[in-house]
């Protein structure tokens, strides 16, 4: 089989003169690396693109492939993650993970709290603030927790994001809208366990692989898990794979919102408890980092069990299943349902 690997390597957006923070989603030269040698190791033919602008001059020109595999972010706007697969499917190129409408309601997080919303998923309550006057009007009881409403890697996220009162509440709004150019979001602060879970598959053949608790080391210069705690996750994080009740509904409603909101073939969705140990949903990364000891999505797995290679052949796999493509793939398709969901799921049946 033949990939088509697409990425935005942030080397070059740099060499461009783009800021640390502005590439802060893109990816290392290493991830690259370590991607394509997996791919490699699995047995797959590999053609490195680059990002989704030469994919777009080579579809036009008429090349196609077995399967493209994007991890490009891309560069503006709320709809940047759904950049390469809308261009996949203009050129009827086959694409592994999710479609363009699930990559913008997610990467947006009041839309996708809408959604999973209506499915049942609990999420704390929570205001969008377009301008600093909208903090004026916001009714939630503080604490409250404030970010940006469409950026990942915990960009916006720091200790100042914790804000006690309405004039706090307003000066981290304002600060967030001028630095990031998008509303702001606010959500009752909650209290309790930090979660990341790993799923792989699509629809009804998707499964959890794994929860794992994050826990922001005392020593760190910031208590919560922010863009600089995940730059240095090494040094300042400590994941650790859970399976205790709490944990087990983390991965029950993880699965949960992931149908809900159509993702497929993998995702890393995450999750806070509140002070009754309940798991409230945050986000979802439907393309979630992929390096193999800095990345949460590839950390579950290796705790799990699954492995680097196992976690990139059931991407391929499950890609490669939906879609019906008539190639070998080097990893069983996923299976329907998943042992670690269903006590969970007998639980608050």
Known sequence: MR?????????????????????????????????????????????????GQE?????AAGERY???????EGLAGRSREAQVPALCELFGQPYAFSDPLTM??????????QIVIGSGVPTATFAQLRSASDADHVALAFPLFVKPVAEGTGKGCDAASIVRNKDELRQSAVRLIERFQQPALAESYLPGREFT???????????????????????????????????????????????DAEARRAAFTALQAYRALDCRDAARLDFKSDANGVPHFLEVNPIAGLHPTHSDLPIIAELAGLGYDGLIAGIIASAVERLGLPVDVKAAPVRSGCSCCAPQAREVA
Do not use: H, M, W
């Open 3 to 51: 990939i088509g690997f697409v990425y935005d390597l942030r080397d070059e957006y740099l060499s461009l003169g783009y800021s640390e923070l502005e590439v802060a989603e893109f990816d290392s030269t290493s991830t690259i690396e370590e991607i394509e040698a997996a791919f490699v190791r699995l047995g797959y033919t590999v053609d490195r693109v680059g990002r």
């Open 55 to 59: 994919l777009a001059r080579r579809l």
């Open 66 to 72: 077995d399967l493209v595999f994007s991890i490009a």
């Open 104 to 113: 913008a309601a997610t990467l947006d997080k009041v839309v996708a709290k």
């Open 197 to 243: 879970v790993g799923i792989l598959g699509a629809g009804e053949s998707a499964c959890v692989i794994g929860v794992a608790e994050i826990t922001v080391r005392e020593d760190a210069d910031d208590p919560v898990y922010s863009y600089q705690n995940k730059e240095t996750c090494e040094e300042t994080v400590i994941y650790t794979l859970v399976d």
